[in-house]
């Protein structure tokens, strides 16, 4: 039986994901060239995001840890959209990048299961 929330487990976890994301290609998009309106579903928003991170097709703890990776990468009071399909990445994620100081904007869940997460990278540090 293994504490999935153990330093020691989550460091494993977390390496085992980065490398998986470099034959994944996980990396976010940056908003700025236009390309996000196109995951936005063309919907009008008043939350313009910085940088996208499409986690569909991956379950817990991927997205979680992914996301929490993409926003030490961002500057301070940027804005991540990370787009989940997986429910419990929906639970999981505003609750642990609020626990890293990080702010929760939004959650807006569509009629075809996607999730998508707002969250303002923390000011200092």
């Known amino acids: ?24 290609g996980f990396s976010p998009i940056v908003c700025s060239e236009g390309i996000c309106s196109y995951y936005l579903g063309g919907e009008l928003d008043e939350i313009e995001p910085d940088q996208l991170l499409d986690m569909r097709g991956e379950s817990c703890p991927v997205p979680d840890i992914q996301a929490r990776k993409t926003l030490r990468k961002m500057n301070p009071g940027e804005i991540l959209l990370v787009i989940v399909d997986y429910p419990l990445s929906g639970e999981r994620i505003p609750a642990s990048v609020q626990k890293e100081g990080h702010e929760f904007l939004k959650k807006v869940a569509d009629n075809y299961g996607d999730i998508k997460i707002y969250i303002r990278r923390r000011e200092n540090g």
């Open 1 to 24: 039986r293994f504490d999935f929330s153990s330093p020691h487990i989550f460091r494993m976890l977390d390496e085992a994901i980065t490398f998986m994301g470099e034959l994944k």
